[in-house]
T-cell receptor, first 111, second 114 residues
Framework: QQQVKQSPQSLIVQKGGISIINCAYE??????FPWYQQFPGKGPALLIA???DVSEKKEGRFTISFNKSAKQFSLHIMDSQPGDSATYFC??????????WGAGTKLIIKP | KAGVTQTPRYLIKTRGQQVTLSCSPI?????VSWYQQTPGQGLQFLFE???????NKGNFPGRFSGRQFSNSRSEMNVSTLELGDSALYLC?????????????FGPGTRLTVT
């Protein structure tokens, strides 16, 4: 029940295309859903986060879509650029503050 | 504000030895979490310390231990190193207050066990 399932494991998208990464969870007590971006040799960095009282949050080219009834959330990267090539992790946490992490998606944007 | 710092950045140890890694959180953050990341793997949660107390613990053997000091700096120790302990060890600090659970990661310590 504590798992967060992330898909796909890897993704190749053409420059200018839309990258979509999906995550699903079971624990309805989760109340915070962040996405992190990690470049090789660096620690992950928060990209964007959402709470379950909204269905969508947009920051620049990055959008989180949240479906509470389906217990799913996804990251959309519009107009994907080569600089977006990185590993993306979704996560979820409840009032216990511990983040439960997805397995990660390696995104490659082809020029 | 200075970011999360981890020392050392790289470490080579021999099987059977022990190692201590250090993490200094962002000023004002009282929570420090530790993760293990191996190639192709996600982030495996080790433990979290808040106000010098271990609050959460992952599924790692007792060879992995940690502590937090009164200034929020944290150390993790791995005893009797095994080849499989080779990994990137990441530390993350957080304010850990209601409404703000963002974790800020350090650059990690790359541990190689030979």
């Amino acid at each position: 029940q504590q798992q967060v399932k992330q898909s796909p494991q890897s993704l190749i998208v053409q420059k200018g295309g839309i990258s979509i990464i999906n995550c699903a969870y079971e624990n309805t007590a989760f109340d915070y859903f962040p996405w992190y971006q990690q470049f090789p040799g660096k620690g992950p960095a928060l990209l964007i986060a959402i709470r379950p009282d909204v269905s969508e949050k947009k920051e620049g080219r990055f959008t989180i879509s949240f479906n509470k009834s389906a217990k799913q959330f996804s990251l959309h990267i519009m107009d994907s650029q080569p600089g977006d090539s990185a590993t993306y992790f979704c996560a979820a946490s409840d009032s216990n503050y511990q983040l439960i992490w997805g397995a990660g998606t390696k995104l490659i944007i082809k020029p | 504000k200075a970011g999360v710092t981890q020392t050392p950045r790289y470490l080579i140890k021999t099987r059977g030895q022990q190692v201590t890694l250090s993490c200094s959180p962002i000023s004002g953050h009282r929570s420090v979490s530790w993760y293990q990341q191996t190639p192709g793997q996600g982030l495996q949660f080790l433990f979290e310390y808040f106000s010098e107390t271990q609050r959460n613990k992952g599924n790692f053997p007792g060879r992995f231990s940690g502590r937090q000091f009164s200034n929020s700096r944290s150390e993790m120790n791995v005893s009797t190193l095994e080849l499989g302990d080779s990994a990137l060890y990441l530390c993350a600090s957080s304010p850990r207050v209601r409404g703000d659970n963002e974790q800020y990661f350090g650059p990690g310590t790359r541990l190689t066990v030979t």
